[in-house]
T-cell receptor
Framework: GAGVSQSPSNKVTEKGKDVELRCDPI?????LYWYRQSLGQGLEFLIY????????KSGLPSDRFSAERTGGSVSTLTIQRTQQEDSAVYLC???????????????FGPGTRLTVL | QQPVQSPQAVILREGEDAVINCSSS?????VHWYRQKHGEAPVFLMI?????EQKGHEKISASFNEKKQQSSLYLTASQLSYSGTYFC??????????????FGQGTILTVHP
């Protein structure tokens, strides 16, 4: 596709359940980022992938959060035992090359709105 | 540390001008500006690299003051389509920066007819 896509667009789950959020980056983009945006708040960095590796996981809020990327393309963010405070919009972005010395535009997907009841 | 944006909100009439500021306590390599409309993904506006470069995009321009670690976004002759939340994302200088952005809390811009 032409842009970054994410699925599902909306997810409602019960507290304690696990959820998986998917991101399809722009074809050829090696860098992929996950952010979280709570209601009326800015963008909170979660994790960064360069290819299939995650050099920076510093933004993951707890060990309930994990992410993987396969084939240098699709990424999945998994939240285990969801809590109400996990409710937010989860945004994925990709850029051509996130390596040092390159400052590339990050293109954002439409996000997944997660609601934990 | 999260950069600080000011003001938090701006209300304009069509045709009026506005300035949004983004300040960081850390040395910066670049500043990125995005606009997000309600329920939509953030859309890239421009990148400012250290060196005091000023860039423009139609009637929207920005500057980056490296000494002050501050960037300003200038919106002139505002249009209704400018309404949205504006975010700055900062990339720190030095270290192992790879393009990781730390975003400000956003500035809500509303343009009325």
């Amino acid at each position: 596709g032409a842009g970054v896509s994410q699925s599902p667009s909306n997810k409602v789950t019960e507290k304690g359940k696990d959820v998986e959020l998917r991101c399809d980056p722009i074809s050829g983009h090696t860098a992929l980022y996950w952010y979280r945006q709570s209601l009326g708040q800015g963008l909170e960095f979660l994790i960064y992938f360069q290819g299939n590796s995650a050099p920076d996981k510093s933004g993951l809020p707890s060990d309930r959060f994990s992410a993987e990327r396969t084939g240098g393309s699709v990424s999945t963010l998994t939240i285990q035992r969801t809590q109400q405070e996990d409710s937010a919009v989860y945004l994925c972005a990709s850029s051509l090359d996130g390596l040092r010395g390159r400052t590339d535009t990050q293109y954002f997907g439409p996000g997944t709105r997660l609601t934990v009841l | 540390q999260q950069p600080v944006q000011s003001p938090q909100a701006v209300i304009l009439r069509e045709g009026e001008d506005a300035v949004i500021n983004c300040s960081s306590s850390k040395a910066l390599y670049s500043v990125h500006w995005y606009r997000q409309k309600h329920g939509e993904a953030p859309v890239f506006l421009m990148i400012l690299l250290k060196g005091g470069e000023q860039k423009g995009h139609e009637k929207i321009s920005a500057s980056f003051n490296e000494k002050k670690q501050q960037s300003s976004l200038y919106l002139t002759a505002s249009q209704l389509s400018y309404s949205g939340t504006y975010f700055c994302g900062t990339e720190r200088a030095g270290g192992t920066s790879y393009g990781k952005l730390t975003f400000g809390q956003g500035t809500i811009l509303t343009v009325h007819p």
